[in-house]
């Protein structure tokens, strides 16, 4: 056998794509940036997918009786979750071919109680979502996106700050010469979690003794939404980056945009399900879940029990309800948890292991294992899975390389991977490359999105 079969070779992928590939990659790219910038919460990416897929057939759970294979159904959870379902020929006792990524994304929250007056300047006081470097998320613009629900449940959509003509909002920093106690300190603490607090206004109304510049704002508010200072507190709204996704790079093999972790495994996950052609053998399942940057806790997270009412509810309308059937459903399910991972950064070379990191370009990235120090808090593909997600690739020209979230000993991190794995089960994160992972701004590969796509639909039929 020659040198090149026998050795694992890490290897950017672009060079194998003829001319047709690159097309349809570029056409899947650009799908993707326009996905980026119409969702940037949770609740926008389930309209999203809700408007395409009512579209595609796809009927809502709901309003089926019966279900015999072929039939495409959904089931939306509190407009933050989505699980799409083609039935297949096969009993589901055999089994599901399950995708799962999450919709949410780092960001900063409105406190219950946000809005204040210091000093003639409105503000809003924040409570960050997720993991973030606090730093990075002053003197930048941000948008306003969410709803408020009145107590008589009339609900307001607000998106303030996308359309050109909207104003925009940021959050201030001291200027450099003004700084030299902040920058002593150290980068963790430079930007503490009270700081992070949102300029909204500085024009006083004259009809008022005191906080004239909060009460004109309220005033505005409830010109514009009806609301009143009560109603934020049945409010989600949600600060966002209003940085425009774009193709990144001299020779546009880049994109550069906000919550691509992990609104680019949700994207290539969901096409890839719309894409099913013909009737699969096993039932498919795609789900895009909320909360995972915070655990999956929740009536809207992974650790919820809605995947299983999903699955109930298709045994009841398949007439194949039995008893244990969650139980026998899960031991035979085969799951890719789609998730991203932390990629190489060449100026940060320190953190990862060469040998076993994910590089941009180089194709959809499997993670056996994610935790660190000891696998601590992991849940591990078998040796017999990853051959099986391996040979489905290999089959599909579907380009894939290994992945650690950081050196052994560095950070690491977790996904929804372990939720389903404890349910009995095969799961791996399997994902995109991702470069800043976390920061207003995430970059990905073309590349990578289009093979995430590839390796997606391969999975499923
Ligand atoms: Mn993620
Ligand atoms: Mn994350």
């Known amino acids: 056998m020659n040198k090149e079969k026998l050795t694992l070779k890490k290897e950017n992928g672009w060079l194998k794509l003829n001319q047709e590939q690159i097309n349809k990659l570029e056409q899947v790219a650009h799908e993707y940036i326009d996905f980026l910038n119409n969702c940037k919460t949770e609740r926008e990416c389930v309209q999203y997918w809700e408007n395409v897929i009512e579209n595609s057939g796809y009927k809502c759970i709901c309003e089926m009786q019966n279900l015999k294979p072929g039939d495409k159904v959904y089931y939306i959870n509190r407009n933050k979750n989505i699980l799409m379902a083609v039935i297949g020929n096969e009993p589901l006792v055999n089994g599901i071919n399950l995708i799962g990524s999450h919709i949410d994304s780092p960001r900063l929250d409105l406190k219950p109680n946000p809005l204040y007056e210091d000093n003639g300047f409105a503000l809003l006081k924040t409570h960050y979502y997720g993991g973030i470097k606090k ?229 959809m990235c499997l993670l056996k294992y994610t935790g660190a120090r000891g696998k601590s808090g992991s849940s591990e593909a078998t040796a017999e899975y990853v051959a099986y997600v391996r040979n489905i690739f290999d089959k599909n020209e579907v380009a894939y390389q290994s992945g650690e979230l950081g050196k052994v000993d560095e950070g690491g991190g977790g996904t929804i991977a372990y939720i389903i794995a404890n349910k009995g089960a095969d799961v791996i994160d399997c994902g995109v490359p991702v470069l800043s992972m976390h920061a207003p701004y995430e970059v990905t590969s073309k590349h990578d999105v289009y093979m995430a796509y590839k390796g997606y639909r391969a999975f499923y039929n």
Not at 155 to 164: A, E, I
Not at 212 to 240: A, C, P, Q, R, W
Not at 317 to 342: C, E, F, G, H, R
């Open 135 to 363: 730093y990075q998320w002053v003197t930048i613009p941000l948008e306003i996106r969410g709803v408020i629900i009145k107590s008589n449940g009339e609900k307001v959509h607000v998106s303030v700050g996308n359309d050109p003509s909207d104003p925009i909002f940021t959050i201030t920093d001291l200027l450099p010469h003004l700084a030299r106690k902040q920058m002593e300190k150290k980068l963790s603490e430079g930007i503490e979690g009270e700081d992070l607090n949102l300029l909204i206004g500085n024009y006083p109304s004259d009809d008022t003794d005191k906080e004239k510049v909060k009460y004109n704002i309220l005033k505005i508010l409830n010109e514009k939404y009806g609301i009143t200072e009560h109603d934020f507190l049945s409010s989600e709204l949600e600060l966002v980056p209003h940085f425009e996704a774009r193709e990144l790079g001299f020779d546009r093999s880049m994109i550069a945009g906000y919550g691509q972790d992990d609104r680019v495994c949700a994207f290539t996950s969901a096409k890839a399900m719309i894409d099913i052609e013909g009737v699969p053998n096993k039932t498919c399942v795609c789900m895009l879940m909320d909360k995972e940057e915070i655990g999956s806790m929740g009536n809207t997270g992974m650790e919820s029990n809605v995947l299983d009412y999903m699955l109930v509810e298709l045994a009841v309308k398949l007439n194949q309800y039995v008893p244990n059937i969650l139980n026998k459903i899960y031991l035979n399910t085969k799951m890719l948890s789609a998730d991203v991972d932390a990629a190489f950064d060449p100026t940060y070379p320190s953190v990862s292991d060469p040998k076993n990191s994910s590089f941009l370009g180089n194709g």
